[in-house]
């Protein structure tokens, strides 16, 4: 009986240090992100389970690890690589970030959505933006929507909803035209 008493408070013990030392990790201090592209990015890197190792500098623009900084040895010159950092960037990251984020390339100016249900899970979308360059012309934005519905447990394709597409670039177009206007008061 001493034993078994024994063994118990052991055991509960051991787990209430477990479940102590759990909630240390848990209380993280607030965080602080210099721009919506990093927090986005940093989420993305959480929900894969990517540990990077304490100080690692590869989320960071000016780390290393970007095209602009693998190309410097070939002779180009930093200023003339092409990269999106562009309100426009922001806006589109924004607009999209309450769905799944497959990609997110500021270098190449491209974003994709995973899919997104929508009406109790019967049909759902995925967004793909591009952003070609920033003069905020309807010819620097491609956006598409695609579309699925669910029938007989099967996703039946419905292409791209191009109405719901041009809303949608609109709607960043817009945005982004009144940041850089509010910008440069």
């Known amino acids: 009986m001493i034993n078994t008493t024994r063994s118990l ?3 509960f013990l051991a ?10 990790e848990l209380q993280d201090e607030p965080e602080t992100y210099s721009s919506q592209r990093e927090k986005v990015m940093t989420k993305q890197v959480e929900k894969r389970d990517i540990n ?6 590869i989320l960071e623009d000016d780390s290393a690890l970007n095209l602009g900084n693998l190309f410097d040895g070939f002779g180009g010159d930093n200023s003339k690589n092409f ?5 426009v960037f922001d806006v589109a990251l924004d ?3 309450f769905m799944p984020l497959v990609s997110v390339d500021s270098i190449a100016g491209i974003i994709v959505t995973d899919w997104y249900s929508l ?7 995925k967004i793909n933006i591009r ?4 003069e905020m012309s ?3 934005l491609l956006v598409s929507l695609f579309s699925q519905t669910l029938i007989d447990d099967r996703w039946i394709d419905d292409g791209i909803n191009e109405e719901q597409s041009l809303k949608i670039k609109n709607s960043i177009l817009s945005k982004a035209r009144s940041l850089k206007i509010a910008s440069e008061l």
């Open 138 to 140: 309807d010819n620097s």
């Open 131 to 134: 952003i070609t360059d920033e």
């Open 52 to 57: 990077l190792p304490d100080g690692s500098t």
């Open 9 to 11: 408070i052991i055991f």
């Open 95 to 97: 607009q999209v970030a």
């Open 83 to 87: 990269q999106i950092d562009s309100i």
């Open 119 to 125: 009406d109790n899970g019967n049909s759902r979308v």
């Open 15 to 24: 787990v209430l240090l477990t479940s102590c030392a759990q909630l240390r």
